[in-house]
């Protein structure tokens, strides 16, 4: 278990940032309003969107990443960038005594997140990885009504975007933005924060693709058994060859059910039918800026570990196995 360092106590965190990207500058603005924190320098692809980013937020380009997390007036790394590199610069920002944070997935690979876990242990650092889906209104929600329902015997939740056309940017490239559903983590972490361990995973995935570098549409259909015999299925796809916008969440119980469609959510039972609160989705990335640097500065209990993520990697990653040998994955303890 990570200890926060007291030595923070009257000083400011130290901040640089890998991306340039959405969360990026979500993560920037939520620094420069918390006045215990300063950031110092920022890493991006592209030179010239780093150096508008930088002259926005008052901080100094560096000519890469590399050269951010080596720098001694640093603290805190925070990681915003394309899937494909949280590993290594996690492992680089923690080899040179840095705490980190890094937007989901810690790596698109298990065996790689599982030393990151190990690496910050040792070297005494926060490891952090944002799962803000676990603190908006959606989450808050269900985890307020489960208890309503009775016993649970099945989940379907769908997240579809239909684009057209479909960007050509990171997301739509296999290599940077990994296997669809560990690239998007959190649709199976919402699942398994809120009903434990799964038992066998099922998958089934499509692409159409016309260019070398990027697909135009993806397609991922996961079945999860989870051990206290909840059957749930994940749909996840966008691009080009979808046509119907979704985002829905259905919880069915034997006393009741949930559905939460876009921003509507209903509590379903043989009496009644009732409108609940969903909360928003603002100021995420913020509340989660601010319990990490609460969290550093007074030692206050974060809302997820590492290792909760980790094991939402291995579902993730049981169903890329099961895409590619179209065979039933069981998850073990050690597997």
């Known amino acids: 278990m990570y200890n926060s360092d007291a030595s923070l106590a009257n000083t400011t965190m130290r901040v640089g940032l890998v991306g340039t990207g959405y969360a990026a500058k979500l993560r920037a603005e939520a620094l420069r309003q918390d006045p215990r924190s300063h950031l110092v320098a920022i890493a991006g692809h592209t030179p010239e969107q780093t150096a508008t980013f930088a002259q926005e937020y008052q901080t100094q380009v560096m000519n890469s990443w590399q050269q951010l997390v080596e720098r001694d007036d640093i603290d805190l790394v925070v990681i915003s960038t394309i899937n494909r590199d949280h590993g290594k610069i996690a492992h680089a920002a923690l080899i040179n005594g840095k705490h980190v944070i890094v ?17 910050a242990k040792s070297k005494n650092k926060l490891l952090h990885v944002e799962h803000i889906e676990l603190l908006g209104g959606w989450h808050q929600a269900l985890k307020q009504h489960l208890a309503q329902l009775g016993e649970l015997f099945y989940v379907r939740y769908s997240t579809v975007k239909p684009l057209h056309p479909a960007p050509r940017k990171w997301t739509y490239n296999h290599d940077l933005f990994g296997f669809p559903l560990i690239g998007a983590l959190s649709r199976l972490h919402r699942l398994t924060d809120l009903f434990g361990e799964v038992f066998t995973v099922n998958c089934h995935q499509r692409y159409w693709e016309t260019e070398t570098d990027y697909y135009q549409s993806c397609l991922c259909v996961v079945q999860l058994c989870f051990t206290s015999g909840l059957l749930a299925q994940v749909i996840y796809g966008k691009g080009e060859s979808l046509w119907q916008s979704e985002r829905k969440f259905e919880i069915n119980g034997e006393k009741g059910g949930l559905i939460l469609d876009g921003d509507t959510g209903m509590l379903v039972q043989a009496e009644e039918t009732t409108l609940i609160d969903l909360g928003t989705r603002r100021g995420l990335f913020a509340q989660d800026t601010k319990m990490v640097l609460d969290h550093l500065f007074h030692g206050t209990p974060l809302y997820v570990t590492p290792e909760q993520s980790l094991y939402t990697l291995k579902v993730a990653d049981a169903a890329r196995r099961a895409a590619e040998t179209g065979l039933t994955i069981f998850l073990t303890k050690e597997s």
């Not at 937007?103 to 690496?119: G, N, Q, R, T």
């Open 103 to 119: 937007e989901y997935p810690l790596s698109v690979d298990v065996k790689e997140a599982k030393k990151l876990i190990a690496l």
